[in-house]
């Protein structure tokens, strides 16, 4: 992975807030193609292994409820690219007229088999394929709706900077995130003024302080995490 040089960042990006983060970057282009490499061989290694378990999931996701096994959503990933997001149907078919773009918890529009697997973030192995593609890493930001990436302050832009992650140290801080907005009256205000901007500051930390080794811990991290 090598980062664009910076006349070659989308004008919205070239901004002071954003040099920081892209300097410190630039100094660890070693390890932003390891990060790469590693991406490419653990997500292949992954799909070939989980194969048979996904085929049960597939399986499990149609008898229980009808739609697709897949769930595709429009997402934003490196340089403000918009990507389709996969990950196993959690909901009933056309659940976002029903409700937020963020999932609470106990959301009714979640189905049986849903809840089990958002539990244990099965729902996220389809994200193997984005990252095969480039459009996601292992370890990143995790990727928004445009909505919420409009409302990105100069500085939040940064995270852009990198492609969107399936864990991070935000998500494992932040994984009961729907108890959090549970009780909200408007669940996009609540997340947009209370929650994202917390996530955000762990983001950002994560770009200031990047390397590869603390990649892997969040690796680790995310696998306790889930098995806690």
């Known amino acids: 992975m090598k980062l664009r040089e910076w006349d070659e960042l989308p004008k919205f990006m070239r901004q002071d807030e954003v040099k920081e983060y892209y300097d410190i970057l630039k100094m660890h282009e070693g390890g932003l193609r390891l990060k790469r490499l590693t991406d490419v061989i653990l997500a292949a290694s992954m799909l070939l292994v989980l194969s048979p378990a996904m085929l049960l999931i597939a399986a499990a996701i149609k008898l229980d409820s009808k739609g697709p096994v897949i769930f595709r959503q ?14 196993f149907r959690t909901m009933v078919q056309d659940a976002e007229r029903f409700g937020s773009q963020v999932t609470v918890s106990g959301d009714a529009r979640l189905t049986r088999v ?4 958002r539990d244990f973030r099965i729902d996220e192995f389809p994200q193997l394929v984005n990252v095969l593609r480039g459009e996601m890493s292992f370890v990143g930001t995790r990727p928004e709706v445009v909505k919420y990436v409009k409302g990105y302050t100069k500085e939040m832009r940064a995270t852009l900077l990198l492609p969107a992650g399936i864990t991070s140290r935000a998500s494992i801080c932040y994984k009961d995130e729907g ?20 996530k955000m500051r762990y983001n950002l930390d994560d770009l200031r302080h990047f390397g590869y080794g603390r990649e892997l811990m969040t690796m680790v991290d995310t696998v306790l995490a889930v098995l806690r």
């Open 74 to 87: 429009v997402r934003v990933t490196q340089y403000g690219k918009k990507f389709y997001i996969w990950k």
């Open 179 to 198: 108890e959090l907005l549970k009780d909200a009256v408007d669940v996009d205000k609540a997340y947009i003024r209370e929650v994202l901007p917390e």
């Open 114 to 117: 849903g809840k089990v697997i």
